[in-house]
């Protein structure tokens, strides 16, 4: 069907440049009319080349999600990194080697996490109280005062650490399906997270404040009351973010190339080779509630800008895709044809497939970790 990736013989993801630094362009313009720092969330992309598309246009601090990553990071160039995972005490001393090179954002929760980084950091670090204003994967609850309080009084008083301010990630977003539910889930954190910063202040303890989340970051345009925020999906968006209502399909930059290898007309389906280890096991359910892993994207000047609203991916093993098809699909395809699909959430796909393949056929590296 898609002649120009004649050369793809397996699974590949492919990246629309022009559309991923115009996702780019937006979201730095957005945060600099609101005034706060962008620190976007490099574990989608994991990549130095794309990593540097942020550079050129004046981004200087970053999110990763792991050691590992921040080392990747540092070694690019890197400056100013916050590893946004609950500091694991196993890794303090990388975690004092990386302090060494940068300046290291941290994240703590854990009282005994804290007394540990205090005995143990031998370089100055920054740390932000983790705080869990509602979507209840980490952090203190937002209303456990005392615990807030003596947590971040256990930094200050800690000779290597320097008090910075309380961080939340809303992943709660992601179960929401409207502009409007967003904005009141966003208001509703940002309204949480301003409480504990006054509670803190009346301690006489200044806290910046971080928050971002994709969905919250795309949607809400008014981003004032915070200090900083650290989308990363945005860069490449997909189909998740297509149903919460963050993006338009134009606007996704990624879809994986699939050989197609069966076409069974009987049962109206293509087999294609593009499973869990290329696209994961997330799924979006369709408007009868079936579950399904990915959207056929339709080609159209080059780029796609549309998904076929009667074919999904329902099914999906190892390295197997059962996509369930349109008649149009069924008959324009053959196998050996290649199929394009529009991953449920791109970075786990991005992490799977460990590369680019950009729309003009340059490949892309990412950090190997
Ligand atoms: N910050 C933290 C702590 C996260 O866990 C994530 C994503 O999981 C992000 C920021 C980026 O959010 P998103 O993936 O919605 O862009």
Same mark, same amino acid.
């Given at each position: 069907?898609?002649?120009?990736?004649?050369?793809?013989?397996?699974?590949?993801?492919?990246?629309?440049?022009?559309?991923?630094?115009?996702?780019?362009?937006?979201? $730095?313009?957005?945060?600099?009319?609101?005034?706060?720092?962008?620190?976007?969330?490099?574990?989608?992309?994991?990549?130095?080349?794309?990593?540097?598309?942020?550079?050129?246009?004046?981004?200087?601090?970053?999110?990763?999600?792991?050691?590992?990553?921040?080392?990747?990071?540092?070694?690019?160039?890197?400056?100013?990194?916050?590893?946004?995972?609950?500091?694991?005490?196993?890794?303090?001393?990388?975690?004092?080697?990386?302090? /060494?090179?940068?300046?290291?954002?941290?994240?703590?929760?854990?009282?005994?996490?804290?007394?540990?980084?205090?005995?143990?950091?031998?370089?100055? $670090?920054? $740390?932000? @109280?983790?705080?869990?204003?509602?979507?209840?994967?980490?952090?203190?609850?937002?209303?456990?005062?005392?615990?807030?309080?003596?947590?971040?009084?256990?930094?200050?008083?800690?000779?290597?650490?320097?008090?910075?301010?309380?961080?939340?990630?809303?992943?709660?977003?992601?179960?929401?399906?409207?502009?409007?539910?967003?904005?009141?889930?966003?208001?509703?954190?940002?309204?949480?997270?301003?409480?504990?910063?006054?509670?803190?202040?009346?301690?006489?303890?200044?806290?910046?404040?971080?928050?971002?989340?994709?969905?919250?970051?795309?949607?809400?345009?008014?981003?004032?009351?915070?200090?900083?925020?650290?989308?990363?999906?945005?860069?490449?968006?997909?189909?998740?973010?297509?149903?919460?209502?963050?993006?338009?399909?134009?606007?996704?930059?990624?879809?994986?190339?699939?050989?197609?290898?069966?076409?069974?007309?009987?049962?109206?389906?293509?087999?294609?080779?593009?499973?869990?280890?290329?696209?994961?096991?997330?799924?979006?359910?369709?408007?009868?509630?079936?579950?399904?892993?990915?959207?056929?994207?339709? @080609?159209?000047?080059?780029?796609?800008?549309?998904?076929?609203?009667?074919?999904?991916?329902?099914?999906?093993?190892?390295?197997?895709?059962?996509?369930?098809?349109?008649?149009?699909? @069924?008959?324009?395809?053959?196998?050996?044809?290649?199929?394009?699909?529009?991953?449920?959430?791109?970075?786990?796909?991005?992490?799977?497939?460990?590369?680019?393949?950009?729309?003009?056929? /340059?490949?892309?590296?990412?950090?190997?970790?």
């Amino acid at each position: 069907m898609y002649d120009s990736f004649q050369d793809i013989e397996k699974p590949t993801l492919l990246l629309d440049e022009d559309r991923a630094k115009k996702n780019i362009d937006r979201m $730095v313009a957005k945060a600099r009319k609101n005034g706060v720092t962008l620190r976007p969330h490099f574990k989608t992309h994991q990549s130095a080349e794309v990593g540097e598309w942020f550079r050129e246009r004046g981004v200087v601090s970053i999110t990763v999600s792991s050691v590992d990553m921040a080392q990747y990071f540092v070694d690019h160039g890197w400056t100013d990194v916050t590893i946004a995972f609950p500091l694991n005490p196993r890794q303090i001393s990388r975690v004092n080697s990386l302090a /060494r090179r940068c300046q290291l954002h941290l994240l703590v929760e854990d009282e005994g996490v804290v007394e540990i980084l205090a005995n143990q950091a031998d370089h100055e $670090v920054s $740390v932000w @109280l983790k705080i869990d204003a509602g979507y209840h994967r980490t952090g203190i609850d937002w209303r456990n005062q005392g615990k807030i309080l003596s947590t971040a009084l256990a930094v200050i008083e800690s000779q290597n650490l320097e008090f910075r301010g309380i961080l939340t990630h809303a992943g709660n977003t992601y179960a929401l399906r409207s502009s409007e539910k967003i904005r009141e889930a966003y208001g509703e954190s940002v309204d949480r997270m301003l409480s504990v910063k006054g509670m803190l202040a009346s301690s006489g303890i200044k806290a910046a404040v971080s928050v971002g989340d994709t969905p919250s970051c795309s949607i809400v345009g008014d981003l004032r009351e915070v200090d900083e925020i650290r989308p990363g999906n945005f860069i490449f968006y997909d189909l998740s973010q297509f149903h919460i209502g963050s993006c338009r399909v134009e606007d996704i930059s990624v879809a994986v190339a699939c050989p197609i290898v069966a076409k069974h007309l009987d049962r109206r389906q293509l087999l294609i080779y593009g499973g869990a280890i290329h696209f994961s096991k997330e799924y979006l359910r369709d408007p009868s509630g079936h579950p399904f892993y990915g959207s056929v994207a339709i @080609l159209d000047g080059g780029s796609w800008n549309a998904v076929d609203p009667d074919s999904r991916m329902i099914s999906i093993s190892q390295e197997h895709g059962i996509v369930q098809a349109s008649d149009h699909l @069924l008959d324009h395809v053959s196998v050996g044809d290649i199929l394009l699909i529009i991953p449920i959430h791109s970075c786990l796909t991005a992490n799977l497939l460990g590369g680019y393949r950009t729309l003009d056929g /340059r490949l892309i590296e990412m950090a190997k970790l």
